[in-house]
């Protein structure tokens, strides 16, 4: 009996021995979030990929930060989101690192927030969507814009930032089927309560999310959208062309035609009758 007990103990410590290499090398392939910098606020300290908990100095602490620029080790994706009191006061913002196997989380909480004030101050500075592209450029007057986002995308994480950080605007997340194009409403209330709407209409542009993962990536990436618009397509810039060429063909027969065409009357030839006095 006791050495079926042993048996079994030395094979379930080999198991649990032979098992140990391989949790390693999966924690080793783990993507890790390994810089992080943001606008208009330093974190305090140094980061490090294994600590998930920093404070966040705000440059000026009326505007919330922005995600400036990140690096990963790995394949990932990063999302943002703002973290709120009980009275809708922004406190901080957590930055996810999302990935096949999990999702790492980093919490960064202001050091020195806002004191509350109420205004009427409703407007988004920006908004921010991985993988999205707002047109036009977001503006003071302006509340309709397109949403520009790959034709397979199907999770939908939108963070809109508010000018007055004391300002609340609700972030989005949806899973859309991949033809969906749905309209998206932001309504951005300000500390005194007034509220003003921001209509998203979703477009999806001939690229995948690979691609436009792989475009983000180059150095001095501007846009996705630019050169899909059917107006910059060139199929029909040359259409335009053609119509255009046509056009002007036609005029420029019908001012020779005009020009070679013979009179039919000779302003020397006598009329045929006299009028009756």
Sequence with gaps: MRRKISLILICTVSICLSALPF??????????????????????????????????????????PTLESYAVSGDADIFI????????????????LEYEMGSTIYNFKYVNPAVY???NNNFLSSVYCTYGEISPRLNDED????????SDLTQLTITPVTWDINAYCAPVELILGNDQTPKITLSCTAS???????????KRVDKTTEQVKAEMAQPGFVSFVDGT????????????????????IIIVLFLITRKI?????DKDEKPFYSPIE
Excluded: C, M, W
């Design 23 to 64: 949790q390693v090398q999966a924690q080793n392939n783990v993507p890790q979030l390994t810089s992080i910098n943001f606008k208009n606020a330093e974190i305090e300290g140094e980061f490090k990929a294994d600590v998930q908990e920093y404070g966040l100095i705000l440059e000026n602490n009326e505007v919330p």
């Design 81 to 96: 989101t703002y973290t709120y009191d009980e009275t809708n006061h922004q406190t901080g913002l957590i930055a996810t």
């Design 117 to 119: 004030e109420i205004n």
């Design 143 to 150: 509340t309709e814009y397109k949403l520009y986002i790959p």
């Design 192 to 202: 005194d309560g007034s509220t003003r709407e921001y209509l998203l209409n979703i």
């Design 229 to 248: 618009r059917l107006y910059q397509r060139p199929e029909f810039i040359i259409t335009v062309l053609a119509a255009a060429g046509g056009i002007l």
């Design 261 to 265: 065409a013979v009179n039919p009357y």
